[in-house]
Nanobody, 122 residues
Framework: QVQLVESGGGVVQAGGSLRLSCAAS????????MAWFRQAPGKEREFVAA????????YYADSVKGRFTISRDTVKNTVYLQMNSLKPEDTAVYYC???????????????WGRGTQVTVSS
């Protein structure tokens, strides 16, 4: 079973940047696709970005396109989320997820990390 550990969250002012990391315990078909979701207080968890190992395919939510970039280090089994031009509405717990297929829905990812808090102050 793949284990995922996120890091890199914190508090940043609006307009600033943060880079989140998600380290997977192994390289397998179970983490061929890796994604970031986020959940703000009182809201449902939503898709942010996803990446597929091998061909570099990526998906982004419209709300983060042009500001966030997902990337992967296949040697380290780690996926990153570079977040630039952060806005207060980006404040949420960010979760890493992995699965065999590149999807934008939660149910497509059987493995999840515990999350890391990102707070953007105005």
């Amino acid at each position: 079973q793949v284990q995922l550990v996120e890091s890199g969250g914190g508090v940043v002012q609006a307009g600033g940047s943060l880079r989140l990391s998600c380290a997977a315990s192994e390289r397998s078909a179970s983490n061929s696709a890796m994604a970031w979701f986020r959940q703000a207080p009182g809201k449902e968890r939503e898709f942010v970005a996803a990446d597929r190992r091998g061909d570099g395919s990526t998906y982004y939510a419209d709300s983060v396109k042009g500001r966030f970039t997902i990337s992967r280090d296949t040697v380290k089994n780690t996926v990153y989320l570079q977040m630039n031009s952060l806005k207060p509405e980006d404040t949420a717990v960010y979760y890493c997820a992995s699965g065999p297929l590149l999807l934008t829905t939660m149910r497509g990812y059987p493995y999840w990390g515990r999350g890391t808090q990102v707070t953007v102050s105005s």
